[in-house]
């Protein structure tokens, strides 16, 4: 079955250190997204992509973040300096043209713990 | 008022029962409704979509949307210990490709 892979599944890094995250969407699909849970809380829209650019954005996506698809299977997220508050679990999401909207498929997560 | 209420429970049933999970919602822009399931540790999975009012059912889940009331509810029958897991809901607008916003979740738990 197809699914969405994030590396690292795990980072950890000191404030002020830029860090990407990395997401392989399903092979198909055109509509690639970030959400962020912090620890205890919800989870939150960052950003979503469609066509190579930024479809929408959430108050939380400052210009210390951005996100590039920088060949025909990547999707990637930067947080040029991270802070403390940063420190969060990162999903990946996807989904297809004949996906309805809603039916997003999640990656497992990548963990990022700001030191 | 937050855009969407979720009860965090926790909720403990015991194997067999049948369980209900809500969620509010204030903006009535939001027209589909998710219920995604997400295990300690994992990205959240999608279990049930919908986009309108009345019932839908897939095998043990049943999901209920009142978009009169701005209320959305997960009922799960003959739960067992394997639905343990934090239930979201989530919701979107129209838009194709639109943000979804989610509930905090419910932490549901099933003994045997």
């Known amino acids: 079955e197809p699914e969405v892979t994030q590396t690292p599944s795990h980072q950890v890094t000191q404030m002020g250190q830029e860090v990407i995250l990395r997401c392989v969407p399903i092979?198909?699909?055109?509509?690639f997204y970030w959400y962020r849970q912090i620890l205890g809380q919800k989870v939150e829209f960052l950003v979503s992509f469609y066509n190579n650019e930024i479809s929408e954005k959430s108050e939380i996506f400052d210009d210390q973040f951005s996100v590039e698809r920088p060949d025909g299977s990547n999707f990637t997220l930067k947080i040029r300096s991270t802070k403390l508050e940063d420190s969060a679990m990162y999903f990946c999401?996807?989904?297809?043209?004949?996906?309805?909207?809603?039916?997003?498929?999640f990656g497992e997560g990548s963990r990022l713990t700001v030191l | 008022q937050k855009e969407v209420e979720q009860d965090p429970g926790p909720l403990s049933v015991p194997e067999g029962a049948i369980v209900s999970l809500n969620c509010t919602y204030s903006n009535s822009a939001f027209q589909y409704f998710m219920w995604y399931r997400q295990y300690s540790r994992k990205g959240p999975e999608l279990l049930m979509y919908?986009?309108?009012?009345g019932n839908k059912e897939d095998g043990r889940f049943t999901a209920q949307v009142d978009k009169s009331s701005k209320y959305i509810s997960l009922f799960i029958r003959d739960s067992q210990p394997s639905d343990s897991a934090t239930y979201l809901c989530a919701l979107a607008r129209a838009q194709a490709g639109t943000a979804l916003i989610f509930g905090k979740g419910t932490t549901l738990s099933v003994s045997s």
């Open positions: 999401a996807s989904r297809g043209t004949s996906g309805n909207t809603g039916e997003l498929f």
């Open positions: 092979s198909n699909h055109l509509y």
């Open positions: 919908t986009y309108s009012s």
